[in-house]
């Protein structure tokens, strides 16, 4: 089980409604379902049952919650702790910084290259990076601590239509980095390799296979809704798309200098939605986070 399937399986108990706790959350209806269910089938439980008032919990679901409540407590505590770890850890050498970013980008080389540039043009100051999803960076920034706001920058993929829910305000300054055009990524040996581009009504009828990230589902899902939804051949790394499914195709971002595969073709999808890559400095007034904010675009800039 995943910490985040027991934050959403909370939140429909608390709203009883999945399309309240979806807004709350900041991912589709579609994707906390998923994740109720994936709950469900891992504790073998029936959690939820649906009535007029909505999303209501099963006698199975009202004894699991108070469990459900004491293990998001105890990882709560433990983030604290560790995050009160990393503050005191960073207070030994002058500046140093935390960096979050989406697991994709370690992935790809944006990682290694922003790291370079930091090396670069910040090299006394000490950096250090962990790995969030995208959707749960809201929840993160707003659960730093003053103290921790001063020295961390979050870099997050964010979809055009989510843009509006990200944070604003004094506390926190967003700047765009670039933006990620989504395509496919086919077999050379797929009927697909010579086309130049593809629409969604396409795609639609073909077996798609989604790297296992929240945003880039979430876009799969909100892609082919007008068509009744994607017909998934697999979720999870699609390095080996080629030689695992090369009668499928994958959907995912045309990051900068993400490398192209050997055997395979990536083709630009036309009406698309743009996903973009903000970095959130969740403190403004710190100098050092602005340097790094302006480290990370200058990436991306050259």
Not at 77 to 93: D, I, N, Y
Not at 192 to 219: D, F, M, N, Q
Not at 247 to 265: F, H, K, L, M, T
């Amino acid at each position: 089980m995943h910490v985040n399937q027991i934050r959403h399986f909370l939140d429909v108990a608390r709203t009883h409604s999945v399309t309240q706790s979806a807004a709350n959350l900041y991912i589709t209806p579609q994707g906390l379902s998923r994740s109720i269910a994936q709950l469900e089938r891992e504790a073998g439980l029936v959690l939820f049952t649906r009535t007029n008032r909505g999303s209501e919990l099963t006698e199975d679901g009202r004894r699991f919650l108070p469990l459900a409540e004491e293990v998001l407590r105890s990882y709560e505590e433990f983030e604290r702790e560790v995050a009160k770890l990393s503050v005191a850890s960073a207070r030994g050498v002058e500046g140093g910084l935390k960096l979050v970013v989406p697991p994709l980008f370690t992935i790809t080389n944006m990682l290694s290259r922003i790291l370079g540039r930091l090396a670069e043009e910040m090299p006394d100051v000490r950096v250090t990076v962990s790995e969030h999803n995208s959707c749960d960076m809201i929840g993160y920034a707003r659960n730093l601590s003053d103290e921790q706001l001063s020295s961390t920058l979050l870099i997050a993929t964010v979809p055009e239509y989510r843009a509006k829910d990200y944070l604003s305000g004094d506390r926190y300054l967003l700047t765009r980095l670039f933006d990620i055009p989504m395509g496919i990524r086919v077999s050379a040996d797929h009927p697909l390799a010579t086309r130049r581009s593809v629409t969604r009504a396409e795609l639609a009828r073909e077996r798609i296979c989604c790297y296992a990230e929240p945003v880039i589902e979430e876009v799969t899902d909100w892609l082919l809704a007008d068509y009744g939804g994607a017909d998934y051949a697999f979720k999870g790394s699609v390095s080996d798309l080629a030689e695992r499914f090369p009668d499928a195709v994958s959907i995912s971002g045309g990051y900068p200098g993400r490398p192209p595969r050997e055997g395979c073709v990536d083709i630009p999808i036309l009406d698309t939605v743009t996903v973009h890559a903000i970095a959130i400095a969740a403190n403004p007034t710190s100098s050092l986070v602005r340097r790094m904010r302006d480290c990370c675009q200058g990436v991306f800039r050259s």
